[in-house]
């Protein structure tokens, strides 16, 4: 299994973002995962998302940032409100309450989630999540320089 290392020294890795050489076309795969605020309403906006860990590897966090995300949709309001985070693929779900939306002008614009990973098995489940999530939506792995 591919590992992806973060170097814990840095304050912010730009870690999983669009990548140009892949097809955003969303291919079903048997490493299937996704990202709802609304339960049983897929988020389609990839995130932009940024990784930091501590150097003992006992703690991390994961900021979410996720632009015009379709939850906001007037056509998808039907489905309920925001809720939290849930992340889901074919070992489980994990989620967060931490989800903050930023409005500009009274319109919501863009909505950041953090989650925060408190032991190494933890870390490793969300780096899982991670890399289906990445095949699932054509991205991939930025190391910060």
Same mark, same amino acid.
């Given at each position: 299994?591919?590992?992806?290392?973060?170097?814990?020294?840095?304050?912010?890795?730009?870690?999983?973002?669009?990548?140009?050489?892949?097809?955003?076309?969303?291919?079903?795969?048997?490493?299937?995962?996704?990202?709802?605020?609304? =339960?049983?309403?897929?988020?389609?906006?990839?995130?932009?998302?940024?990784?930091? =860990?501590?150097?003992?590897?006992?703690?991390?966090? $994961?900021?979410?940032?996720?632009?015009?995300?379709?939850?906001?949709?007037?056509?998808?309001? $039907?489905?309920?409100?925001?809720?939290?985070?849930?992340?889901?693929?074919?070992?489980?779900?994990?989620?967060?309450?931490?989800?903050?939306?930023?409005?500009?002008?009274?319109?919501?614009?863009?909505?950041?989630?953090?989650?925060?990973?408190?032991?190494?098995?933890?870390?490793? =489940?969300?780096?899982?999540?991670?890399?289906?999530?990445?095949?699932?939506?054509?991205?991939?792995?930025?190391?910060?320089?």
């Amino acid at each position: 299994m591919k590992s992806f290392a973060v170097l814990a020294s840095l304050p912010l890795a730009a870690a999983f973002a669009p990548n140009a050489a892949f097809s955003t076309t969303r291919v079903s795969t048997e490493l299937d995962a996704s990202i709802q605020f609304v =339960r049983g309403l897929e988020e389609k906006v990839v995130p932009d998302v940024k990784l930091t =860990r501590a150097k003992d590897g006992s703690s991390g966090v $994961a900021t979410f940032n996720f632009k015009n995300p379709n939850c906001f949709d007037a056509s998808t309001a $039907a489905m309920g409100e925001v809720t939290g985070m849930f992340l889901e693929d074919d070992e489980g779900e994990f989620s967060t309450t931490d989800v903050n939306a930023k409005f500009t002008n009274g319109k919501p614009q863009s909505i950041e989630a953090t989650l925060v990973m408190t032991s190494p098995a933890e870390w490793d =489940r969300f780096m899982r999540f991670m890399e289906a999530y990445a095949e699932t939506n054509g991205l991939g792995f930025n190391s910060a320089k």
